[in-house]
């Protein structure tokens, strides 16, 4: 049987019993894309000529058009079609084999298996993409109409119908499979439910309960592709191509694509596999099967343990979600989960409710799997916590700040564009460092086994314990990446943290002052030196200080922050745009241990010496207060007063014994305040300046109060009396 | 001529057709009698390549029928509610079968339709059940199809229609190479159309011969005697099924051919004897008890 035989009588008369679904999917197809996107654009260039002329920009019509031409292409409206349409086609197509009527007339029919299939599913695939073509044909024309239109959006929007298809019949084949292993209309759809999802369910699932039980365990955003579930390949494919709506005109459209190649190739390789198991489904479907919940018998068991296992599992979740976490009540849930599934189960599968609690056995059997799996969690029986991966199984390691608490390594631009885009320190230390320095890797391990020995104690540590978080991700030689979040006592991994911060590549990755495109950009940048209330603009030769301090500035690792803190910023800003409208700004400590970096400044007036390191001068304070906020109580617990103890000097001898204490905010978290020395965030200072300095300095900056650092006589006076 | 080997289906576990065998030649037809649950549907949907067969095969023509166009262009199935397209029309459906069955006679479906008074433009579920069943009829009897399988089609026809398209399956017969398989639930049903019957009883064939075997090997007989010696003597040489006596008149069911029972007749002295027509159901009786079974129970109710 060839397709030959699929004569054009038969197409026509399948379209007659279909009628109602093929114009159902031309009208959403039509409404959906051309005659919303064209609303949409018409609406949009009303708006713009309201405006004055001169926000009448051709960059404006470069954006819609863009917007156009991937509305057109790639959007949400296409990913819902194509997931609708797909599980209506397969349904509604096939859905004679549920009624024994239907099949008794079709089955006796002189029409082979093959060609019955294949005139069913082609009419299919025909209907939606004869709707998707008519829309696009009418989208091309409206879009010329709005002037919207370009060569580069039919391109577009042709690989969109492409990709989009892909998606649709991935879909299409995955509701076939559940529409030939189901034996009634609820059974489709529920099996179209569980192939679409289950392997996203499973994956909550599994992270929902790593997240309780493993201590070390982090979810760093990774986006993960599905292997068994079009449905999130097509819409991650969608989003990551919509996204770019919002880009600027300049950066080309089709670099889009590399976003989609992953989720496009999953799902294409899905379509060519799913096809051969859907024909195979086809074939071996029998034919007395309609009625049953699930075609094949045999498939009823297993089908019901592979649902009912996660179901009590998320049950399980949900209630420890309502209760803290509290084992008790998820096991609790879990139990619940197998009880009231197998009830829905059993009811579905004999279509009685006197079936609830038939197959008894199935109860304590599903009970065993998924309390077996609640416990590999609760105990850790697979070692995740334990795990740290060797020198010879790591080929690389990155180590970030779990929270990024300085103001100065926040985000790392990309340089060199109108518009830069950012991306976190984090994000960026994780996915660019990959240190294959030995002593990082081994650094990084004994991070991870003192947190691993030390967690109960860390659990219970007071809040002036030297703690940072730290985020872990290594590579292994088997492909395989493992992530993992920390809490470390600085005082007691110091020597390993010094490690990984004096590694070459976290500098490079971390600091974008070592970056070659930094040092390109340099002639367009402007310099100043901040030191807490004041800013100079550095008019020196800026790449002989860029060298003195990338030289420098490479002694900015643990033992530096422990000691000491910044005496100043070093800042770097660019101007861009078409109007250098944007301004962009690096900054960078600078330590008084940073003699040549200094010499230079000071030599260019940026800096006077003296200054170093003496944020206030007595005469510039005409009065200070100094509060607290807190009191320590019988135990050595910090209780916080109702009333704040407030302390007002006048005395220009106080203030001179207290200004050591003081150190400018901004300074102290510039840098990685995680790793410094803490100030003491009970006590507060307000300045209040003499008349003539508010005129020259930047009044506005905040101190914090280095609690130790101020005189033993004047702590006693802050100390609540009882 | 369709062959049946060794035919055999379960549904969850239970037997529905257990191992039947069953030639159904051409140019006769063919009844098929069982009780609700005999199995009659199951053996009729997997003659006609609608089941899957577990074990054994159904060859048509010798060739088999499961997912064979070829065989299945020979056969047109009509189910125990045939199956119409939603909305459709009788000439709907002509436009349809005629895309499937090469061999449709479209001009004598239309003449059909006219002779039985059905509309071909009405749509088709505003018809009777009877109605519908008809129009099964004149589709499959107008599918040039060479086997008929009906199933439960003539149950609820009403006498006259009965007779009608008993009249059209014997000139179809007549004027072609046509062979009608009939299931029903009831024997008086077939009675007066099938040539040939099979008995299914719990998913097995329990009997399957040529009415016209049938009537000749088994006879009854209207007789009185003069004598009891006599009548003594005679019944002690005649293989008896059935005996009945009102009065001195004796009316016999007897095995064996009409020659020989009326010689038997002859000779013994008997006053007076005629040998009488049987009916189907007098047969089946006779017959299926030589195998244990009680046919009232079974097909009589």
Redesign the interface.
Known sequence: MTLRNLSWADWVENLKRRNWTAVLCMVAFLLSVPVYQAMKMTALIREQQVLPAAFQEADFIVSIQREYMINISFSMNFFVLSVLFGLLFAIQGFSWLYSRKKTDFYMSLPVSNKRRFLLLYLSGVFYYMAGYIAALLLSWFLGSLLGVMSLEAVGFSLIGLAANTVLFLAIYHTALFAVFLAGNMRGAILGCLFFLFYEKGIQVISEGYRNIYFRTYVDLGDRHSFLLSPFFNGLMMNQSVSLFKNTDAAIDAFSCFEGIFKPLLLLLVFVVLSAGLVYLAWRKRPTESYGHAIAVRGLRTPFKFFVLIPVSLFAGLLCGYASSDNPGFIIFGILCGILGGHCIFQILYESDLRAAWKKKWHIPAIAVVSLSVFASFYFDLTGFDRYVPSLEEAESVSVSLAYENSTLFPWYEDIGEDSMTYSSSRERMISQMNSPEEETIQAAGRMLTWNHEHYEELEETSSDRPISNWVIRYRLKNGKEISRTIAVDNSQVEDAISVIMNDERFHRTRYQIYAPEFEEHLDEMECFYFNGTERNFYTGDKDELLKVYQEEFKQYDYSLLKEKHPVGILKFTIACGKEMENEYEWNFPVYDSFAGTLALLEKDGAVKREEVGNFLETEEIASLWLINYVREGENGEIQWLEEPVRLLFTDKKDIERILPALYPGELYHSVDSDLCNPYDFYFDVEINYENDVLREKDTSAYFVVFWEKLPEDIQKRMKPSD | MIEVRHLSKS??GIKAVRNVSVIIKEGAVFGLIGTNGAGKSTFL?MM?????PDEGIVLVDRMPVF????A??R???I?D???F??GACAR?ME??YR???PEFDRERFYLYLSNFGIESRRRISTFSKGTKKQLAILLGICSGAKYLCCDETFDGLDPVMRQVIKSLFAKEMEERDFTPVIASHNLRELEDICDHVGLLHQGGMILSKDLEDMKCSIQKVQTVFSSQAKERELLSQLDIVKEERRGTLLTLTVRGTREETEEKFRQSGALFYEVLPLSLEEIFISETEVNGYDVKKLILG
Do not use: M, S
Request: proline share 3%; charged share 30%.
């Open positions: 549904f969850e949907r006609t390549g609608v089941l899957k997912d064979n166009l070829y299945k262009e056969i047109f199935f189910a509610e045939p199956y397209f939603t709907d436009r349809f895309t499937v069955f």
